[in-house]
């Protein structure tokens, strides 16, 4: 069976993401069209327990989606987390950029939006999603085309806390506890210093884990030429 250049598997998990982008923010025109009919703005209006039910699994279905076309397109642990990264950072831009196109918003990057329910409502202006979905964007690239090339990424063990503490701070910038969102007036103060922090340490985790990985495979390739000369 061939396999399927790499230029085509962006391309269409490219329109894919696009195509699911759309999709998300149509049910968020709907959304607000039913409880904000004068324009999404806080306090979060009185949506039924039943629909906010809805709007959680709505969240899961599409996240599995988007790992599922992950996990078809890689074939290996590496390249189908590249993937899964390409796909979520596309997803989400262009969420943004559908809403922009169908609703004229938001207004600025500084406007705030509920991004997630799962597990806890989460919130933020607009700039954080887009730049967290960014550098997942390019992390994306970057892997499945080293695992085109033929490199293979392999991030041990020791830098997995690393990414562990990234994602935490990135996460607790953005959470904010059902009690303090149902029915709040205005938005809190949003953590940029988490945000950032969060975000540098991906960074620092990820170019570390390319270092180790070209390490090994240089020192693996010179152990067969040493191998075939004796």
């Known amino acids: 069976m061939n396999q399927i250049n790499y230029s085509v598997k ?5 329109i894919f993401a696009v195509a699911m982008a759309y999709l998300e923010a149509t049910v ?4 607000r069209e039913l ?31 988007l790992t599922a076309v992950a996990f078809i397109t890689g074939r290996k642990i590496g390249d189908r987390l590249g993937y899964g ?3 979520f950072g596309v997803w989400d831009l262009f969420y943004y950029v559908w809403l922009k ?20 409502p989460w919130l933020a202006p607009v700039i954080a999603p ?12 970057v892997l499945t085309g080293l695992y085109e090339l033929g490199y293979t990424v392999k991030a041990p063990w020791p830098v997995w806390p690393g990414f562990a503490i990234g994602t935490i701070l990135i996460l607790l910038s953005f959470f904010h506890y059902p009690e303090n969102v149902f029915g709040i007036v205005k938005p809190p103060s949003y953590s940029f210093f988490l945000l950032s ?5 991906w960074s620092f985790i990820f170019i570390l884990t390319l270092f180790i990985s070209f390490r090994r495979t ?3 390739k010179e152990k067969l030429k040493l191998q075939f000369e004796i």
């Open 10 to 14: 962006l391309l269409i998990i490219g």
């Open 28 to 31: 968020v025109v709907y959304l």
């Open 35 to 65: 409880y904000y009919p004068g324009g999404f703005n806080f306090p979060w209006a009185g949506i039924p327990g039943k629909i906010v039910v809805i709007e959680i699994l709505r969240e899961a279905a599409t996240l599995v989606m």
């Open 85 to 87: 990264l390409i796909l």
């Open 101 to 120: 196109v169908l609703l004229d918003w938001p207004a600025t990057f500084f406007d705030w939006d509920i991004l997630f329910l799962i597990p806890m």
């Open 130 to 141: 887009i730049v967290t979905a960014g550098l997942m964007t390019v992390f994306g690239f």
């Open 197 to 201: 922090a969060g975000l540098l340490t």
């Open 218 to 220: 240089f020192k693996n």
